[in-house]
């Protein structure tokens, strides 16, 4: 991605910082269908969501998990406040707020296939990164306006997910936060904030340095296809290339370097 194209994106989602601000969402553009998606009436799940709010995040879990979706007609959206993204499935179900469709999904698509520890960690990984990084990663004017992120100082919460990547890294060879659940719903709540912040502030990495197991943590989310698939391939490649020429020290990267 060039400079010029970098600098056009950032600009783009900070003139939509109202609709991706964590208390709201795009309420009047269209959404464009994904590769995947087909009619509304033809799936059982189907994303009311726009690029310009946190709805790709979604498309991400339903890429990940395999679910099959549309994307709704945004003049149809159920959400009762009418933001994005929403979802619905079958038998009447309205679901929103990202971080209960990530729990959803998690729920119907994955969470009988691992054990219920493992499945209640990426409940609370989910429920944790809506509760506690958002607001980290995201400072706000009173009037709800993103204006800087909190990961340019020094913060315990985040220095404890520094430890817990590299003791999982070195207990299970896992670079995911819940190693037993492999790569689940809480790795694309977490990461999703963490990229969404470098999207918004790119030269934040200038101050990431004293986490570099996060910031490996980040950079293999941000290559996985299905994120590509969902927030598109030049997104990918811009977060790809600021972390592979990030400041720090590599060696430290989950300690295998």
């Known amino acids: 991605m060039t400079l010029l194209a970098c600098i056009g994106f950032v600009a783009l989602l900070l003139a939509t910082a109202d609709s991706f601000s964590p208390h709201k969402a795009h309420r009047s553009l269209q959404t464009r269908p994904s590769s995947s998606a087909t009619s509304s009436t033809a799936l059982p799940v189907t994303i009311y969501g726009h690029p310009g709010s946190r709805s790709p995040l979604v498309n991400w879990a339903c890429f990940e998990l395999g679910v099959n979706f549309a994307m709704g007609n945004l003049q149809q959206n159920p959400h009762p406040f009418g933001q994005l993204p929403c979802l619905t499935d079958d038998n009447d179900v ?11 999904l998690h729920q119907k698509f994955a969470a009988d296939k691992m054990s219920p520890a493992a499945a209640a960690a990426v409940t609370a990984w989910i429920v ?4 506690s990084l958002d607001p980290i990663c995201f400072l706000e004017t009173p009037e709800g306006k993103v204006y800087d992120t909190g990961l340019r100082k020094p913060n315990k919460r985040i220095n404890r997910l520094e430890e817990i990547l590299q003791a999982n890294q070195k207990k299970t060879g896992s670079m995911w936060l819940v190693p037993d659940a492999g790569f689940s719903c809480a790795d694309v709540a977490v990461s999703s904030y963490l990229l969404y912040t470098l999207q918004f502030f790119p030269t934040v990495l200038q101050d990431m340095s004293q986490w570099p197991n996060v910031q490996s943590y980040m950079q293999a989310c941000a290559k996985r296809p299905n994120y590509a698939k969902a927030f598109g391939g030049d997104v990918q490649e811009f977060l790809v290339e600021k972390l592979q020429n990030a400041p720090g020290d590599k060696k430290k990267l989950f300690g295998m370097f």
Do not use: K, M, P, T
């Open 94 to 104: 309205v679901v929103f707020e990202s971080g209960a469709i990530l729990q959803y």
């Open 128 to 131: 944790w990164a809506n509760a």
